[in-house]
């Protein structure tokens, strides 16, 4: 991220004419931006997406920052120590500094907030500019600093430093509040994980860490994407985390930003001290919505699509065959064009088909067709198929009808805001027609 080292030096540069009764006028708004979302827009001006999304290095911005630390500000006092060990530019940890003490003189000021703020990135860059947006944030505040040295201003805030922050060497167990926006690119798990193997969300490790390495009681707050809360894959996960750490809110966002094409979720847990009650009935729970019966999962099986097209070969006896660019929606399919050689599995009509990609806002997020053919079917794997229990066109047209139905829609963007739809989500969609069936919806308290 060296690209970035030109805003940091402008950066210091703000901060020396901060310190000047008659700049500090002049420089109003551009101090004002520097607390906001300048960083962010700079960094994408001087940084290609294809490099910020390998460095999962999207920046929090003031809203998304102070939305996330709201709940926790009456804690705030001279006995806090906030970490933050995804730093970035320092969003979070300067909308925490907002609402600490302050003295009149700066360099007390800094004095004390050095012990209190802990941060790391991998970046140096990064690194700086979150030590001099700190220093911005107290002469935004009225400290006063005589005599002025940015570096040595700097170095008082001595917890925040390059590195990794899942070292170990991060002192996240003194921390009484912990603030997490961590990358969300993928990377392999651990070969001893408690929750997985292979390859997950980086987002999951860092929280993993934070709440197993944290002191009992302290706040943990996270920006995190929909798919820890939504994805089955994570249900592990999700375990894990609810073992050690009480959930006291959690907070659908939507999407991180117009430039990041991934819904989030704000999340608030505790960690829990050594005689917690595992179980207990008033916390929240990650994946949140509270689902009526009967389900869809009653009326029909549901399968991935087992064709990956440019994977498998063409071996096998010829089948008709459905993707999900070609078929019509929504409609009914009487009669196949397309053939291909599969010796995978293979579904006998009708049955009921959904593409998979579907995100927040679509007008309709399950686009079904009803497959009427009676000869063997290969489906692709961007469609889910849906085979009514009672293998009957009417049994396929009652599952379109809840496909269909407005709530679904609603349902389904609260439940998984992934761009990809999941055999799970769509088992658990109520069956509206069946029985007086309400929507519930996360909310401020996470039921």
């Known amino acids: 991220m060296q690209a970035f080292?030109?805003?940091?030096?402008?950066?210091?540069?703000?901060?020396?004419?901060?310190?000047?009764?008659?700049?500090?006028?002049?420089?109003?708004?551009?101090?004002?931006?520097?607390?906001?979302?300048?960083?962010?827009?700079?960094?994408?001006?001087?940084?290609?997406?294809?490099?910020?999304?390998?460095?999962?290095?999207?920046?929090?911005?003031?809203?998304?920052?102070?939305?996330?630390?709201?709940?926790?500000?009456?804690?705030?006092?001279?006995?806090?120590?906030?970490?933050?060990?995804?730093?970035?530019?320092?969003?979070?940890?300067?909308?925490?500094?907002?609402?600490?003490?302050?003295?009149?003189?700066?360099?007390?000021?800094?004095?004390?907030?050095?012990?209190?703020?802990?941060?790391?990135?991998?970046?140096?860059?990064?690194?700086?500019?979150?030590?001099?947006?700190?220093?911005?944030?107290?002469?935004?505040?009225?400290?006063?600093?005589?005599?002025?040295?940015?570096?040595?201003?700097?170095?008082?805030?001595?917890?925040?430093?390059?590195?990794?922050?899942?070292?170990?060497?991060?002192?996240?167990?003194?921390?009484?509040h912990i603030v997490l926006n961590p990358p969300f690119l993928s990377a392999p798990l651990a070969p001893l994980c408690a929750w997985g193997t292979g390859s997950a969300s980086q987002a999951a490790v860092f929280l993993d860490t934070c709440i197993t390495r944290a002191r009992s009681d302290a706040h943990i707050l996270a920006i995190l994407p929909d798919v820890l809360r939504s994805g089955s894959r994570y249900s592990s996960w999700r375990r894990h985390i609810q073992k050690h750490a009480s959930i006291e809110r959690i907070a659908l966002h939507g999407q991180f930003d117009s430039w990041t094409d991934v819904h989030v979720f704000l999340v608030y847990l505790k960690k829990r001290s050594a005689h917690f009650f595992l179980h207990s009935p008033a916390r929240p729970r990650l994946q949140n919505l509270s689902l009526p019966t009967p389900r869809l999962r009653d009326i029909t099986e549901i399968f991935v699509g087992p064709v990956v097209p440019h994977r498998d070969p063409n071996l096998g006896p010829w089948r008709k065959f459905i993707c999900a660019k070609t078929i019509?929606?929504?409609?009914?399919?009487?009669?196949?064009?397309?053939?291909?050689?599969?010796?995978?599995?293979?579904?006998?009509?009708?049955?009921?088909?959904?593409?998979?990609?579907?995100?927040?806002?679509?007008?309709?997020?399950?686009?079904?067709?009803?497959?009427?053919?009676?000869?063997?079917?290969?489906?692709?794997?961007?469609?889910?198929?849906?085979?009514?229990?009672?293998?009957?066109?009417?049994?396929?047209?009652?599952?379109?009808?809840?496909?269909?139905?407005?709530?679904?829609?609603?349902?389904?963007?609260?439940?998984?805001r992934c761009r990809h739809l999941t055999v799970r989500s769509l088992a658990g969609i109520p069956d509206w027609g069946a029985s007086k069936c309400g929507l519930l919806l996360p909310q401020s308290t996470g039921e």
């Open 5 to 176: 080292s030109p805003y940091v030096r402008q950066l210091r540069k703000l901060a020396d004419r901060c310190t000047l009764p008659a700049e500090r006028e002049v420089v109003k708004d551009a101090l004002a931006g520097a607390l906001d979302g300048k960083p962010a827009s700079e960094l994408r001006r001087l940084t290609s997406i294809d490099q910020l999304r390998k460095a999962g290095a999207f920046f929090t911005g003031a809203a998304l920052s102070e939305k996330l630390i709201a709940p926790i500000v009456p804690t705030l006092d001279a006995r806090s120590i906030i970490a933050d060990p995804a730093c970035g530019a320092g969003d979070l940890l300067v909308a925490c500094a907002k609402h600490l003490p302050l003295s009149k003189s700066g360099q007390r000021t800094l004095n004390v907030w050095g012990d209190q703020l802990v941060g790391r990135d991998l970046y140096k860059a990064f690194v700086d500019a979150t030590k001099i947006r700190i220093l911005l944030a107290a002469l935004h505040r009225g400290a006063y600093f005589e005599p002025w040295n940015i570096d040595a201003e700097s170095e008082k805030l001595h917890k925040i430093d390059r590195g990794s922050g899942l070292s170990e060497h991060v002192p996240l167990e003194t921390a009484t």
């Open 328 to 416: 019509p929606s929504p409609d009914v399919v009487r009669r196949i064009q397309r053939s291909r050689r599969f010796s995978g599995r293979v579904f006998y009509g009708p049955f009921v088909v959904v593409r998979r990609t579907s995100r927040p806002g679509d007008a309709e997020r399950a686009v079904a067709t009803i497959i009427a053919v009676r000869e063997p079917v290969a489906v692709e794997n961007h469609l889910l198929v849906l085979m009514p229990i009672d293998r009957t066109i009417a049994g396929c047209r009652r599952i379109v009808k809840i496909l269909q139905n407005r709530r679904t829609t609603n349902w389904l963007d609260n439940r998984i």
